[in-house]
């Protein structure tokens, strides 16, 4: 019963936090909400494992990242995804959002996730290598790709906009 309660007391604790992560991976509201509760649902399933991790929080993050990897390799989101709606509760530029996500959607699915685990979620090299299963120096060309490609996506968008 102890490890069911402190399962349910952790997925309360860290839903949302989740569920932000899950966002910036995938770019839709309604498929991160669907990813959080995989997430969670392989928690619950690997609890007894999860619990004696190092970090609660890294297993969960992991979990998180493998299942959007492999959802998109499986083609189960598509190579299109809908725009992301305005979220009220976030503080900030709405069109800023918009702006970010999109070119945030414009990586491929593993930039994206080493993007967002390294520059959002704030870890470290070694911990983004670890958590994708791949070589720090794989992290950090892929993330150095990633952001020139974002820096041309938001250059592209700002000479749009400017010739409006």
């Not at 493998?66 to 989101?77: D, H, K, P, S, V």
């Not at 670890?130 to 790709?145: A, D, H, I, M």
């Not at 020139?148 to 000479?159: F, I, Q, T």
């Amino acid at each position: 019963m102890g490890d069911t309660q402190d399962f349910e007391e952790y997925a309360r604790a860290r839903q949302h936090w989740l569920y932000r992560t899950a966002v910036l991976l995938c770019g839709d509201p309604y498929r991160a909400q669907d990813l959080t509760q995989t997430t969670l649902v392989k928690l619950l399933q690997h609890w007894g494992k999860a619990a004696r991790a190092d970090s609660v929080d890294a297993y969960a993050r992991t979990v998180l990242t493998r299942t959007f990897l492999a959802e998109q390799r499986r083609g189960l989101l598509g190579r299109r995804l809908q725009a992301v709606e305005d979220n009220p509760t976030s503080p900030g530029d709405p069109a800023l959002r918009v702006t970010l996500f999109a070119a945030l959607r414009s990586l491929p699915p593993r930039a994206r996730a080493m993007v967002v685990l390294r520059y959002w979620e704030d870890l470290s090299i070694e911990h983004v290598a670890v958590s994708l299963g791949c070589s720090p120096g794989t992290v950090k060309s892929q993330c150095s790709r990633a952001l020139a490609m974002l820096r041309e996506r938001l250059k592209a968008d700002e000479r749009i906009t400017a010739e409006c």
